[in-house]
């Protein structure tokens, strides 16, 4: 199987709802999760 078969869409900011953000942005303050695992949990780029 080739790498890019396994593509993930990225999306762009405008596509997160609020309540999706804060979500994240509160399991990473809490230490939950580091930001390199919230990106990688939720298939975001940043």
């Given at each position: 199987m080739e790498k890019g078969a396994e593509k993930k869409s990225k999306r762009?900011?405008?596509?997160?709802?609020?309540?999706f953000k804060l979500q994240v942005v509160t399991e990473v303050e809490s230490g939950d999760l580091t930001y390199k695992q919230a990106q990688k949990k939720y298939g975001i780029q940043g």
């Open positions: 762009s900011q405008r596509d997160y709802s609020l309540g």
